[in-house]
């Protein structure tokens, strides 16, 4: 039974990859950006970059 709940999990992480894989350029940089921002609102620190997009 896990194995089968085990091999939904992977087979969902690669169609996902496969997904995120086929956006175009520019929205993989939004992408970023926008965990960027996330991260710098978890976690101050002065050293973080957020890319101005």
Do not use: C, G, S, Y
Not at 17 to 44: D, G, H, N, S, W
């Amino acid at each position: 039974m896990k194995n089968k709940a085990a091999e939904i999990v992977f087979r969902k992480k690669r169609e996902r990859r496969r997904q995120l894989a086929r956006l175009p350029f520019e929205k993989k940089i939004e992408i970023v950006a926008e965990l960027q921002k996330t991260a710098a609102a978890i976690r101050k620190d002065p050293r973080r970059i957020v890319w101005p997009i």
